[in-house]
């Protein structure tokens, strides 16, 4: 069975750090982009970090020089360090991936299961 398996959110205060992983597991041949978003409560779910295969990162301007997005390509696993955290980054962290599954040499996206992340005043 092909998923994505997050760990590593919690409760942190403000200014802290928190890192955040995602792992594929399954038939898997490769993956290309590999997301993080996140959704807090009343809003829409909104993309945080981005890199793809060859390494390309991008974030918004609400995370940028805060966040890093990198990945393990040997692990088939990524990650998200989160330093210096404000309140307003509370909220349901999701990966995303597109994996290109061996059965179907075709790419499809997944996402995991949402971790939370709460960042006290």
């Known amino acids: 069975q092909v998923q994505l398996v997050e760990s590593g959110g919690g409760l942190v205060q403000a200014g802290g750090s928190l890192r955040l992983s995602c792992a594929a597991s399954?038939?898997?041949?490769?993956?290309?982009?590999m997301r993080w978003y996140r959704q807090a409560p009343g809003e829409q779910r909104e993309l945080v970090a981005s890199?793809?295969?060859?390494?390309?990162?991008n974030y918004p301007d609400s995370v940028k020089g805060r966040f890093t997005i990198s990945r393990d390509n040997a692990k088939n696993t990524f990650y998200l360090q989160m330093n210096s955290l404000k309140p307003e980054d509370t909220a349901v962290y999701y990966c995303?991936?597109?994996?290109?599954?061996?059965?179907?040499?075709?790419?499809?996206?997944?996402w995991g299961q949402g971790t939370q992340v709460t960042v006290s005043s």
């Open positions: 995303n991936a597109d994996l290109v599954l061996a059965a179907y040499d075709s790419t499809f996206r997944y």
């Open positions: 399954g038939s898997i041949t490769s993956i290309n982009v």
């Open positions: 890199i793809t295969s060859g390494g390309t990162t």
